[in-house]
């Protein structure tokens, strides 16, 4: 079988993920390590078997036998390692956001473009069984033309409290859903208004509600909470909302699906993105890079998702962002 030699530059909680998904897909040899941190990056070798380590990205991406890696740093550094790798001529899983910037997001794309390897950003939603068939229920023609779209992606605050130092609410969530509610609509968002509310003041605000109106006609609003209760049973509370002329989606990704009462209380562990199964890391997370590795194998570029979807989910996220910031519309 045709393994991809593969690399993951990054190795912070989701890199880890990343390397439990990859080290369990058949089509994929965890080749490669690289991260800053020595101690970290001998700890995963150890724990994934991998040979090869590095704490310089640009080391690694020299290796001639390395075929392809995950980028899985903080966003707004997400730019120099996703250049150089697509420069390095490797297939590039860039994890979402794609950059920090509309500037960066353009730079990426256009050379995602002129390269002949595979590109593709880590939006997993679209890899999610639910959001996969409300897609293929719009685009069907069930609901008629949209009109209304809400997406609600809230967590805990104990999940958030280390996360808000580096990234908020809007852009690290909402991107999710602005990327579906543009997947869903093919609509474009011309103006953008949002507001903030800073609870525990970790450098980015815990709260955020966006309404953006698009050039269909159609409105819609996303709600990011990062400050549910620290007892919350789930760790997304995760619903969305598409009304039609003729008809509307409703998703529900949360705690119902799975709900175990021990003597600390209710949990509802997730079995949809990353899941554990039969000792192996699995869904979204999993058929998303088992498909980018089987384009790599075939030789297609991803149409799962495009370089340009992605930065328009960006784009508009940024445009909130700023809104938020000042308390005005924000023209896109």
Not at 33 to 47: E, F, H, I, P
Not at 186 to 196: H, M, N, V
Not at 221 to 246: C, H, S, Y
């Amino acid at each position: 079988m045709r393994k991809v030699k593969y690399g993951v530059i990054g190795l912070g909680w989701f890199g880890e993920k990343h390397c439990e998904a990859l080290s369990g897909i058949p089509t994929i040899e965890l080749y490669a390590l690289c991260t800053r941190t020595q101690s970290r990056l001998k700890a995963l070798a150890r724990t994934f078997k991998v040979k090869k380590t590095f704490t310089d990205y640009n080391a690694m991406l020299a290796d001639p036998e390395l075929e392809a890696v995950s980028v899985v740093t903080m966003y707004d550094q997400h730019a120099p390692p996703a250049l150089a790798a697509i420069k390095a001529e490797k297939h590039v899983f860039l994890e979402k956001p794609m950059a920090s910037t509309v500037a960066d997001c353009r730079r990426i794309v256009n050379a995602a473009n002129k390269s002949d390897k595979c590109f593709m950003v880590g939006h997993i939603c679209r890899f999610n069984p639910r959001y996969a068939a409300a897609k293929q229920e719009i685009a069907a023609g069930k609901i008629g033309k949209i009109v209304s779209m809400y997406a609600r992606r809230n967590i805990p605050a104990w999940v958030s409290e280390g996360v808000l130092p580096k990234i908020g609410p809007i852009i690290g969530d909402g991107v999710h859903d602005m990327d579906l509610l543009l997947w869903y609509s093919g609509a474009k968002p011309i103006s953008a208004y949002a507001q903030t509310t800073d609870v525990r003041g970790l450098g980015h605000p815990d709260i955020g509600w966006t309404m953006f109106k698009f050039d269909s006609g159609a409105t819609g609003v996303l709600e990011n909470v990062w400050f549910l209760p620290d007892k919350t049973a789930f760790q997304i509370d995760e619903r969305m909302e598409i009304i039609g002329t003729e008809g509307s989606v409703h998703i529900h990704e949360v705690h119902p699906n799975l709900s175990i009462c021990d003597k600390d209380g209710w949990h509802c562990p997730d079995t949809t993105y990353w899941p554990e199964l039969h000792g192996v890391r699995a869904g979204a997370l999993r058929e998303e890079l088992a498909y980018f590795a089987n384009c790599v194998i075939e030789g297609k570029k991803p149409t799962v998702i495009t370089p340009e979807e992605s930065l328009e989910a960006v784009r508009a996220c940024l445009a909130a962002e700023k809104s938020a910031a000042t308390g005005r519309i924000v023209k896109l």
